[in-house]
């Protein structure tokens, strides 16, 4: 069983690389609007901040560390909640570029996607829009024919750099092959539990968002885990609340956030983060369920503190 605490961690993912700024004037793009808006989303009860930076100019996603450096010491010096700097990028980046911001930043916790995949969102291009950017459309519809790369020796060169800087991870598992890779580092000793195990649902080329295989990765985690692992759940678009809601019940822990989800209700985009994040809040507390301080998220993942990144 996974490891059991009585808090609910909220993760909220800002900006991430897969939504563009023509499908909703929500998404935060400059460094202002993704410090603002994780300044909220942690007021709101986020305690740990999944970050991705983009082009402040085109919205396009960008690996720059000099772009994260404009909003990271912000986020640190309004907040307490745990940054959380992606590995995954976005779709044009090499693994160089998808590591350069997290090297220099050194955080308390990184992401790290647990295999290599077919990464589909060719889907959000089909609909006819006004596109604000050159870039967008392109972009999305590129991916039919983009497999996101994560070799064994790319995950471990990650474990290792960033293991050393003292800094945890979040391990994005899109399927069932990707927890047995995860199981495959924990035997070779290149990551030390607890493992955050975070399960994904309802992207393209990976699994479903079923509620079957919601309980089948968990019971799969269980059995490679036992209880050296803290499971959270994401369910992209408009699985994300039912998903997070189910998990919670089941003694896991949530994601949300504009990077997986830009809708607030059928047909209504989500104004900002926090609106998603208070709307797991309330639900959560509703079941009697009591939120993760920062401080506490710190306890259970077992990080190495605020003072100790490189930002």
């Given at each position: 069983m996974a490891k059991k605490t009585d808090k609910v961690i909220v993760t909220c993912a800002l900006t991430g690389a897969i939504h563009t700024p023509s499908l909703t004037p929500s998404l935060p793009v400059t460094p202002d609007d993704i410090a603002r808006q994780a300044i909220d989303a942690a007021e709101a009860g986020a305690s740990i901040l999944h970050l991705h930076a983009r082009d402040p100019e085109t919205g396009m996603p960008t690996g720059d560390p000099d772009v994260f450096m404009q909003f990271l010491p912000r986020i640190k010096q309004a907040t307490d909640a745990v940054v959380n700097i992606t590995t995954g990028g976005g779709l044009t980046m090499t693994v160089e570029e998808r590591l350069a911001a997290a090297t220099r930043a050194r955080?308390?916790?990184c992401s790290l996607n647990m295999g290599s995949m077919n990464f589909g969102?060719?889907?959000l291009a089909w609909q006819d829009r006004d596109w604000k950017h050159e870039w967008e459309k392109p972009y999305l519809l590129a991916s039919d024919d983009f497999i996101f790369r994560n070799t064994f020796?790319?995950?471990a060169k990650i474990l290792g750099y960033m293991g050393d800087q003292g800094t945890k991870f979040e391990?994005?598992?899109y399927d069932v092959g990707h927890l047995y890779n995860l199981a495959h580092f924990l035997d070779r000793g290149l990551i030390k539990p607890?493992?955050?195990v975070q399960t994904i649902f309802g992207i393209l080329g990976g699994i479903g968002p079923e509620q079957d295989n919601l309980v089948f990765m968990r019971r799969t985690a269980d059995r490679l885990f036992g209880d050296a692992y803290v499971w959270s759940v994401l369910g992209a678009g408009r699985h994300q609340l039912p998903l997070t809601t189910l998990a919670a019940t089941m003694g896991g822990h949530v994601r949300v956030g504009l990077e997986d989800n830009i809708y607030a209700a059928k047909g209504k985009l989500?104004?900002?983060?926090?609106?998603l994040v208070t709307k797991i809040r309330t639900i959560l507390e509703e079941l009697s369920l009591t939120i993760a301080t920062p401080a506490e998220t710190r306890q259970i993942l077992e990080l190495k503190g605020m003072d100790n990144v490189g930002f």
């Amino acid at each position: 069983m996974a490891k059991k605490t009585d808090k609910v961690i909220v993760t909220c993912a800002l900006t991430g690389a897969i939504h563009t700024p023509s499908l909703t004037p929500s998404l935060p793009v400059t460094p202002d609007d993704i410090a603002r808006q994780a300044i909220d989303a942690a007021e709101a009860g986020a305690s740990i901040l999944h970050l991705h930076a983009r082009d402040p100019e085109t919205g396009m996603p960008t690996g720059d560390p000099d772009v994260f450096m404009q909003f990271l010491p912000r986020i640190k010096q309004a907040t307490d909640a745990v940054v959380n700097i992606t590995t995954g990028g976005g779709l044009t980046m090499t693994v160089e570029e998808r590591l350069a911001a997290a090297t220099r930043a050194r955080p308390e916790m990184c992401s790290l996607n647990m295999g290599s995949m077919n990464f589909g969102i060719f889907p959000l291009a089909w609909q006819d829009r006004d596109w604000k950017h050159e870039w967008e459309k392109p972009y999305l519809l590129a991916s039919d024919d983009f497999i996101f790369r994560n070799t064994f020796k790319d995950i471990a060169k990650i474990l290792g750099y960033m293991g050393d800087q003292g800094t945890k991870f979040e391990c994005e598992c899109y399927d069932v092959g990707h927890l047995y890779n995860l199981a495959h580092f924990l035997d070779r000793g290149l990551i030390k539990p607890p493992l955050f195990v975070q399960t994904i649902f309802g992207i393209l080329g990976g699994i479903g968002p079923e509620q079957d295989n919601l309980v089948f990765m968990r019971r799969t985690a269980d059995r490679l885990f036992g209880d050296a692992y803290v499971w959270s759940v994401l369910g992209a678009g408009r699985h994300q609340l039912p998903l997070t809601t189910l998990a919670a019940t089941m003694g896991g822990h949530v994601r949300v956030g504009l990077e997986d989800n830009i809708y607030a209700a059928k047909g209504k985009l989500a104004r900002d983060n926090a609106e998603l994040v208070t709307k797991i809040r309330t639900i959560l507390e509703e079941l009697s369920l009591t939120i993760a301080t920062p401080a506490e998220t710190r306890q259970i993942l077992e990080l190495k503190g605020m003072d100790n990144v490189g930002f």
